[in-house]
């Protein structure tokens, strides 16, 4: 089973950015983004149920990401718009063999090796 992460970079605050995850190896339900920053708990960023009908998002999201799956490819995207210089981290995508929205990193049992934000000021 493998994650792989990529769309990373560094861009300019108010900027975008399209994250994307590969998954490999199984079919998942649920899958997430999370992100942490040096010294910080990872953080949840959002999840997409397996059917891609359900969402949810951090609280400080505010409607600047959107997330989505294509399952053809099997594969989850996360476009991030208004970017600003507090979502400077590395943002993991996570997969979950069960079902329903999980917002902890517990509830996850794969996990990409992560790929670097860093949006300057």
């Known amino acids: 089973v493998q994650l792989q992460a990529s769309g990373g970079g560094l861009v300019q605050a108010g900027g975008s950015l399209r994250l994307s995850c590969a998954a490999s190896?199984?079919?998942?339900?649920?899958m997430g983004w999370f992100r942490q920053a040096p010294g910080k708990e990872r953080e949840f960023v959002g999840a997409i149920s397996g059917s891609g009908g359900f969402t949810a998002y951090g609280n400080f999201v505010k409607g600047r990401f959107t997330i989505s799956r294509d399952n053809t490819k099997n594969t989850v995207y996360l476009q991030m718009n208004s970017l600003n210089p507090e979502d400077t981290a590395r943002y993991y995508c996570a997969a979950a063999i069960a079902s329903g929205i999980g917002t902890m990193p517990h509830e996850y049992d794969y996990w990409g090796q992560g790929t670097q934000v860093t949006v300057s000021s």
């Open positions: 190896g199984s079919t998942f339900s649920t």
